[in-house]
């Protein structure tokens, strides 16, 4: 993506200071890390930036979605991220409102309606089909907390410069709000994603090339990417071609021995 090099350092430049204040032993904590088998609950309730009070299940559509995040007041990681979410959605090919949903979730309960949709309109757009795809949400500290937990969502507040230390990560969740990828919110591209959801969909997202591209894609949860399987493959077919040859060497020394013996 675009000048996506140059954010993250900026990024990383800005979050010094804040990184700097907060204790080394609670920043070990900050992680992405759900359960096996994790779902956050369709049911929880957050405002969205409209003012209308709308459910979790509400701001996903009836589709997968990715969900981010994100301190709506924040000048560091947290508006690079959501860019990234949103060029590589629009890079995925699939289509916004039928294929997928976008929503965010505010880690702040200070923030309010009018921070949350500075953010979307900064870093998603106001009328475009991802923008009208795009929910971002605010909610009670319980609501909040109920969610991150779920996710296995560990972050720390630095109230030293008002700021949230998190992870960059954004979730891809199934239509019930199963929690199917943890991807990296800083490697984020159209291809990963697109897989991604449509693993999420259960072949109800995207089309039949898709299914068999999925096939040959493996997914790593240690850096939170897709990488591609050929070389998995191809390690199959060299050691099925070697079997192949021993067991051919092995047929010819016999046939040779039975005519030496003739």
């Not at 993506?1 to 609670?26: D, E, H």
Request: hydrophobic share 50%.
């Amino acid at each position: 993506m675009k000048n996506a090099a140059a954010l993250i350092l900026l990024s990383i430049v800005n979050a010094a200071p804040a990184v700097a204040a907060t204790a080394s032993a609670q920043l070990v904590g900050i992680e992405a890390n759900p359960a096996p088998g994790a779902a956050i609950p369709a049911s929880l309730a957050f405002t969205d930036e409209t003012g209308l009070i709308r459910s979790l299940g509400s701001a996903m559509g009836g589709t997968p979605a990715v969900l981010v995040f994100a301190d709506y007041t924040c000048t560091n990681l947290c508006g690079p991220i959501l860019a990234f979410a949103g060029a590589a959605l629009e890079e995925s090919g699939l289509v916004p409102g039928k294929d997928f949903h976008l929503v965010v979730i505010g880690l702040d309960p200070k923030d309010g309606i009018q921070q949350a949709r500075a953010m979307k309109t900064s870093h998603i757009g106001a009328s475009s089909p991802l923008a009208e795809a795009t929910t971002v949400l605010i909610g009670a500290p319980d609501a909040v907390y109920d969610a991150t937990a779920a996710a296995g969502y560990h972050y720390v507040y630095d109230a030293e410069h008002d700021q949230f230390a998190h992870p960059a990560a954004a979730y891809v969740l199934t239509r019930d709000g199963r929690i199917a990828r943890v991807l990296s919110g800083l490697a984020l591209n159209g291809t990963d994603l697109r897989l991604a959801l449509i693993a999420a969909g259960h072949g109800r997202v995207g089309a039949l090339i898709d299914r068999i591209t999925l096939r040959c894609f493996g997914f790593d949860p240690a850096r939170g990417i897709y990488t591609s399987s050929i070389s998995r493959w191809l390690a199959f077919g060299g050691a099925g071609t070697m079997l192949v040859l021993i067991g051919g060497i092995a047929f010819m020394a016999v046939g040779m021995q039975r005519r030496t013996r003739l």
